[in-house]
DNA sequence: TTTGCATTGACTTAATTAAGTGGATAAAGA
DNA sequence: TCTTTATCCACTTAATTAAGTCAATGCAAA
């Protein structure tokens, strides 16, 4: 699941705030660029950001349609209406049947 | 021509005392991984170096087939037997024409 | 129960590709 | 003769891929 690691929903958080590149996230954290990158790499493949080249950087943004998924997948498992990352630690803590979700 | 630059006959050089990693020639200078791994491969394009991969390291070795069109081109171009870097070093300096060659 | 083994996932190191910079050289026009 | 413009080429930064380590987990056999 790719928002089960802490790592990647700090990320998913940071790019809430705006779009920030590659390197630019990597300078937030204290683990190595290809740690970042490999993240990046499990975000965009569960279409929660998108990538747009410019130049040497890459710029990286939340995708809407990737997390109105899952916000469906939340209500859907929860029963509420407006998620938080901080519930969502809870369930991903005591993981049921989360297949394919997100 | 490969062997115009300094840096790359050096490489030549250390890897005459022996095989190194990729990374054991960046050691050994003061320039970043990338600008060795550009003249590693303008070496290889050139036939002046093999590359045996050995898991995550890359093994260059000289090419002794390669070293031979390099000599010949030497005696070709100064008529001696036994080419030494320092005279090519001044051929170099000179260059009139090398188009072609190694 | 427990032991042993395969799998998964986050991470590191090694190396490279891609893109852009800056200096030197050469050719061409005023 | 200048000057300008284009082209190389060595280099850097940004980012990634590939390969391997290590710890946690799951699970089947003893």
Chains 1, 2 share one sequence.
Not at 29 to 35: L, Q
Not at 59 to 76: C, N, T
């Amino acid at each position: 699941m790719a928002l089960a690691d802490p790592t990647r929903r700090r990320i998913v958080e940071m790019l809430g705030e705006g779009a920030l590149a590659a390197g630019e996230i990597t300078a937030r954290f204290e683990v190595s660029a290809p740690a970042i990158s490999q993240h990046l790499k499990v975000l965009k493949a569960a279409g929660l950001v998108t990538v747009e080249v410019s130049g040497q950087r890459r710029i990286y943004r939340l995708d809407p349609a990737g997390l109105d998924a899952f916000e469906a997948w939340v209500r859907q498992v929860r029963g509420f209406w407006h998620a938080s990352l901080g519930r969502l630690e809870q369930e991903l803590a005591n993981p049921e049947k989360d297949e394919g979700v997100v």
